[in-house]
């Protein structure tokens, strides 16, 4: 079994028609104001070819760094999902209640640590 603390997700985001544009803008944005969290270990947001799906991924060093990006990036969520659509959201590792609720206000599916390796 993984011992280490990361928690970390994949979100799949479906960009509403036309939206594009802002979509895009709003990433920058949020990728800026992440850039200087302590915890966050990956943010990386990418964009299918045509434009219509973005898949997130984020990690952070442990629940409390989940906590953190939440209060840091709420300014941001209601201008997200006015342009965009969860449509999935796997989460990996053993986040704390705290985290998990946040997690789960956004659709998450948990999914426990079996075997393998963090370097």
Same mark, same amino acid.
């Given at each position: 079994m993984r011992s280490d603390k990361n928690v970390y997700w994949v979100i799949q985001l479906a960009?509403?028609?036309?939206?594009?544009?802002?979509f895009r803008a709003l990433a920058d944005e949020m990728c800026a104001a992440t850039a200087n969290e302590a915890g966050a270990l990956n943010y990386e947001w990418n964009l299918s070819e045509?434009?219509?799906?973005?898949?997130? #991924? *984020?990690? =952070?060093?442990?629940?409390g760094g989940v906590r953190a990006h939440n209060e840091n990036i709420s300014a941001f969520v209601e201008r997200l999902v006015a342009i965009a659509d969860?449509?999935? #959201? *796997?989460? =990996?590792?053993?986040?704390?209640?705290?985290?998990?609720k946040i997690l789960e206000g956004f659709g998450g599916n948990f999914n426990r640590p079996y075997a393998g390796f963090v370097r």
């Open positions: 960009i509403h028609e036309g939206q594009g544009d802002a045509d434009g219509k799906t973005c898949h997130v #991924l *984020e990690r =952070y060093a442990d629940s969860v449509a999935t #959201l *796997e989460v =990996y590792g053993s986040p704390d209640d705290g985290a998990r």
